[in-house]
Protein backbone atom coordinates (compact mmCIF):
# COMPACT_ATOMS: atom_id res chain seq x y z
CA UNK A 1 0.00 0.00 0.00
CA UNK A 2 2.71 2.32 1.31
CA UNK A 3 4.76 1.27 -2.00
CA UNK A 4 2.13 2.35 -4.09
CA UNK A 5 1.38 5.50 -2.59
CA UNK A 6 5.29 6.53 -3.00
CA UNK A 7 4.84 5.31 -6.78
CA UNK A 8 2.00 7.07 -7.46
CA UNK A 9 3.24 10.64 -5.96
CA UNK A 10 6.62 10.03 -7.48
CA UNK A 11 4.72 9.98 -11.03
CA UNK A 12 2.36 12.61 -10.24
CA UNK A 13 5.57 15.19 -9.22
CA UNK A 14 7.06 13.42 -12.74
CA UNK A 15 4.47 14.65 -14.83
CA UNK A 16 3.98 18.37 -13.29
CA UNK A 17 7.48 18.80 -13.67
CA UNK A 18 7.33 17.79 -17.21
CA UNK A 19 4.76 20.30 -17.42
CA UNK A 20 6.75 22.78 -16.03
CA UNK A 21 9.59 22.26 -18.77
CA UNK A 22 6.90 22.04 -21.59
CA UNK A 23 5.77 25.52 -20.94
CA UNK A 24 8.50 27.47 -19.90
CA UNK A 25 10.10 26.09 -23.70
CA UNK A 26 6.80 27.47 -24.96
CA UNK A 27 8.15 31.06 -23.28
CA UNK A 28 11.31 30.44 -26.20
CA UNK A 29 10.18 32.75 -29.52
CA UNK A 30 11.57 32.04 -33.03
CA UNK A 31 14.51 34.28 -33.47
CA UNK A 32 14.51 35.26 -36.92
CA UNK A 33 18.61 36.09 -38.16
CA UNK A 34 20.34 38.52 -39.73
CA UNK A 35 21.02 38.72 -43.68
CA UNK A 36 24.36 37.11 -43.97
CA UNK A 37 26.93 39.68 -44.51
CA UNK A 38 28.98 37.54 -47.41
CA UNK A 39 31.61 40.19 -47.84
CA UNK A 40 32.98 39.77 -43.89
CA UNK A 41 36.77 37.57 -43.34
CA UNK A 42 39.46 36.57 -43.81
CA UNK A 43 40.48 35.75 -47.71
CA UNK A 44 40.23 31.55 -47.67
CA UNK A 45 44.45 31.14 -47.22
CA UNK A 46 44.61 33.37 -44.62
CA UNK A 47 42.05 31.61 -42.57
CA UNK A 48 43.82 28.50 -43.48
CA UNK A 49 46.96 30.06 -42.00
CA UNK A 50 45.67 31.04 -38.48
CA UNK A 51 43.17 28.21 -38.12
CA UNK A 52 43.31 26.49 -34.43
CA UNK A 53 41.43 24.69 -32.02
CA UNK A 54 40.80 26.74 -28.52
CA UNK A 55 40.20 25.86 -24.71
CA UNK A 56 39.40 28.77 -23.33
CA UNK A 57 36.91 31.56 -24.74
CA UNK A 58 35.59 35.16 -22.73
CA UNK A 59 32.37 35.31 -21.82
CA UNK A 60 30.62 38.06 -23.76
CA UNK A 61 27.56 36.62 -25.36
CA UNK A 62 27.67 35.96 -29.42
CA UNK A 63 26.31 39.05 -31.27
CA UNK A 64 23.44 38.14 -33.52
CA UNK A 65 25.05 39.11 -36.57
CA UNK A 66 27.71 36.77 -35.99
CA UNK A 67 25.46 34.12 -34.54
CA UNK A 68 23.70 34.70 -38.07
CA UNK A 69 26.47 34.39 -40.29
CA UNK A 70 28.00 31.37 -38.13
CA UNK A 71 25.35 29.55 -38.89
CA UNK A 72 24.53 30.81 -42.62
CA UNK A 73 28.43 29.58 -42.84
CA UNK A 74 27.83 26.46 -41.53
CA UNK A 75 25.30 24.66 -43.48
CA UNK A 76 23.34 27.64 -45.24
CA UNK A 77 21.09 28.08 -48.19
CA UNK A 78 23.70 29.50 -50.63
CA UNK A 79 21.50 28.80 -53.71
CA UNK A 80 17.79 30.06 -53.06
CA UNK A 81 16.76 28.76 -56.43
CA UNK A 82 17.84 24.83 -55.80
CA UNK A 83 18.10 25.31 -52.04
CA UNK A 84 21.78 23.94 -51.99
CA UNK A 85 23.81 24.45 -49.05
CA UNK A 86 27.25 25.88 -48.18
CA UNK A 87 28.25 22.41 -46.91
CA UNK A 88 27.78 19.34 -49.63
CA UNK A 89 26.57 16.51 -48.74
CA UNK A 90 25.97 12.32 -49.85
CA UNK A 91 23.39 12.43 -52.54
CA UNK A 92 22.52 16.03 -51.65
CA UNK A 93 20.82 14.58 -48.39
CA UNK A 94 21.13 17.63 -46.27
CA UNK A 95 21.37 15.13 -43.02
CA UNK A 96 23.19 17.30 -40.84
CA UNK A 97 21.44 19.39 -38.82
CA UNK A 98 22.34 22.29 -35.97
CA UNK A 99 21.26 22.95 -32.45
CA UNK A 100 22.34 26.01 -30.73
CA UNK A 101 22.20 25.37 -27.25
CA UNK A 102 22.71 29.51 -25.37
CA UNK A 103 21.92 30.26 -21.83
CA UNK A 104 18.02 30.81 -22.44
CA UNK A 105 17.69 27.41 -24.22
CA UNK A 106 17.75 25.44 -27.15
CA UNK A 107 17.21 26.33 -30.51
CA UNK A 108 17.24 24.64 -34.01
CA UNK A 109 18.37 26.16 -36.82
CA UNK A 110 15.98 26.32 -40.02
CA UNK A 111 18.31 27.46 -42.87
CA UNK A 112 15.49 27.76 -45.14
CA UNK A 113 13.99 30.57 -43.07
CA UNK A 114 17.18 31.33 -41.57
CA UNK A 115 15.76 31.45 -37.99
CA UNK A 116 16.43 29.54 -35.01
CA UNK A 117 13.12 27.18 -33.79
CA UNK A 118 13.04 27.29 -30.00
CA UNK A 119 13.40 23.20 -28.41
CA UNK A 120 13.78 23.53 -25.17
CA UNK A 121 13.97 26.43 -22.58
CA UNK A 122 16.99 26.33 -19.75
CA UNK A 123 20.37 26.43 -19.96
CA UNK A 124 21.97 23.19 -20.94
CA UNK A 125 25.41 23.98 -22.07
CA UNK A 126 27.37 22.54 -20.28
CA UNK A 127 25.63 19.07 -19.37
CA UNK A 128 25.25 18.74 -23.50
CA UNK A 129 28.89 17.34 -23.67
CA UNK A 130 29.94 14.02 -21.71
CA UNK A 131 33.31 13.25 -20.24
CA UNK A 132 33.94 9.68 -19.42
CA UNK A 133 33.57 9.69 -15.74
CA UNK A 134 31.70 13.18 -15.87
CA UNK A 135 28.14 14.50 -15.62
CA UNK A 136 25.60 12.26 -17.49
CA UNK A 137 28.80 10.59 -18.82
CA UNK A 138 29.62 6.51 -18.70
CA UNK A 139 32.50 5.68 -16.06
CA UNK A 140 36.00 6.01 -16.73
CA UNK A 141 37.33 2.28 -17.87
CA UNK A 142 38.83 0.94 -14.27
CA UNK A 143 43.25 1.14 -15.12
CA UNK A 144 45.42 -1.32 -14.10
CA UNK A 145 46.30 -0.36 -9.83
CA UNK A 146 50.19 1.23 -9.96
CA UNK A 147 52.67 0.13 -7.48
CA UNK A 148 52.98 3.22 -5.77
CA UNK A 149 50.58 5.36 -5.73
CA UNK A 150 51.28 9.31 -7.49
CA UNK A 151 49.20 12.20 -7.43
CA UNK A 152 47.21 12.84 -10.43
CA UNK A 153 48.62 15.67 -12.95
CA UNK A 154 47.17 19.20 -12.53
CA UNK A 155 44.95 20.24 -15.62
CA UNK A 156 45.36 24.33 -16.77
CA UNK A 157 41.97 26.19 -16.42
CA UNK A 158 41.36 24.90 -19.80
CA UNK A 159 41.04 21.43 -19.11
CA UNK A 160 44.50 20.53 -20.67
CA UNK A 161 45.26 17.82 -23.29
CA UNK A 162 42.26 15.19 -23.28
CA UNK A 163 39.87 17.37 -21.03
CA UNK A 164 37.11 19.29 -21.62
CA UNK A 165 37.27 23.08 -22.70
CA UNK A 166 36.18 25.76 -20.57
CA UNK A 167 32.26 26.85 -21.09
CA UNK A 168 31.68 28.87 -24.11
CA UNK A 169 28.84 31.16 -24.75
CA UNK A 170 26.75 29.10 -27.53
CA UNK A 171 27.36 25.02 -28.15
CA UNK A 172 26.81 23.85 -31.57
CA UNK A 173 25.70 20.07 -31.53
CA UNK A 174 25.64 18.78 -35.12
CA UNK A 175 23.01 15.83 -35.68
CA UNK A 176 23.10 13.61 -38.77
CA UNK A 177 19.44 12.32 -40.14
CA UNK A 178 20.47 9.06 -41.87
CA UNK A 179 16.70 8.44 -42.75
CA UNK A 180 17.12 11.34 -45.40
CA UNK A 181 19.49 9.43 -47.24
CA UNK A 182 17.39 7.69 -50.11
CA UNK A 183 19.41 4.17 -50.33
CA UNK A 184 22.64 2.46 -48.84
CA UNK A 185 23.03 0.02 -45.79
CA UNK A 186 22.99 1.14 -42.45
CA UNK A 187 26.90 0.60 -42.18
CA UNK A 188 27.47 2.98 -45.09
CA UNK A 189 24.51 5.95 -44.22
CA UNK A 190 26.61 6.25 -41.08
CA UNK A 191 29.91 6.75 -42.79
CA UNK A 192 28.37 9.31 -44.98
CA UNK A 193 26.93 11.29 -41.92
CA UNK A 194 30.53 11.19 -40.68
CA UNK A 195 31.69 12.55 -43.48
CA UNK A 196 28.65 15.07 -44.34
CA UNK A 197 29.16 16.49 -40.27
CA UNK A 198 32.84 16.57 -40.90
CA UNK A 199 32.12 19.45 -43.87
CA UNK A 200 29.73 21.38 -41.87
CA UNK A 201 32.45 20.98 -38.65
CA UNK A 202 35.01 22.89 -41.31
CA UNK A 203 32.99 25.13 -42.35
CA UNK A 204 32.55 26.32 -38.78
CA UNK A 205 36.30 26.36 -38.16
CA UNK A 206 37.12 28.35 -41.14
CA UNK A 207 34.43 30.82 -40.39
CA UNK A 208 35.78 31.30 -37.22
CA UNK A 209 39.27 31.58 -37.97
CA UNK A 210 38.47 34.36 -40.80
CA UNK A 211 36.02 36.41 -38.61
CA UNK A 212 37.98 36.36 -35.40
CA UNK A 213 35.73 33.68 -33.31
CA UNK A 214 37.23 30.85 -31.24
CA UNK A 215 35.93 27.20 -31.60
CA UNK A 216 37.03 23.57 -31.81
CA UNK A 217 35.24 20.43 -32.76
CA UNK A 218 34.84 17.83 -30.13
CA UNK A 219 32.78 14.69 -30.20
CA UNK A 220 32.32 14.94 -26.73
CA UNK A 221 28.45 14.81 -26.21
CA UNK A 222 25.74 13.85 -23.59
CA UNK A 223 23.77 11.71 -26.31
CA UNK A 224 21.41 10.23 -24.15
CA UNK A 225 20.56 13.98 -22.72
CA UNK A 226 20.45 15.26 -26.10
CA UNK A 227 17.93 12.60 -27.64
CA UNK A 228 16.11 13.48 -24.62
CA UNK A 229 15.85 17.16 -24.62
CA UNK A 230 15.98 17.99 -28.55
CA UNK A 231 13.33 15.07 -29.01
CA UNK A 232 15.53 13.00 -31.63
CA UNK A 233 14.16 10.35 -33.84
CA UNK A 234 16.03 7.02 -34.02
CA UNK A 235 17.55 7.42 -37.12
CA UNK A 236 19.23 11.01 -35.67
CA UNK A 237 22.56 11.14 -34.55
CA UNK A 238 24.69 13.47 -32.42
CA UNK A 239 27.89 13.35 -33.91
CA UNK A 240 29.72 16.72 -32.89
CA UNK A 241 29.70 19.20 -31.29
CA UNK A 242 31.25 23.16 -31.51
CA UNK A 243 31.63 25.65 -28.73
CA UNK A 244 32.11 28.85 -29.88
CA UNK A 245 32.58 32.06 -28.89
CA UNK A 246 35.07 35.20 -28.63
CA UNK A 247 38.54 34.40 -27.73
CA UNK A 248 39.37 35.19 -24.10
CA UNK A 249 42.08 37.66 -23.61
CA UNK A 250 45.27 37.41 -23.06
CA UNK A 251 47.21 38.98 -20.05
Known amino acids: ?3 GFLKSS ?3 SLLIVSGFSFARAEELK ?4 NEPNKKRGLPVMEALSV ?3 VREWSDKELNIQDLSDLLWAANGINRPDSGKRTASSAMNAQDVDIYVFMKDGAYLYDAAQHS ?3 VVAGDYRTEITMRPGGPGGPPPTPAAKPEAKTPP ?4 PGGGPGGPPSPAPIQLILVSDLSRFSRGTEELKMQWANIDTGIV ?3 ISLFCAGTGLATRPRASINKDLAKTLLKLKETQVPILNHPVGYPKATS
Open 116 to 118: LIP
Open 51 to 53: RAS
Open 1 to 3: MKK
Open 201 to 203: SQN
Open 10 to 12: FLA
Open 30 to 33: VIKL
Open 153 to 156: PTLP
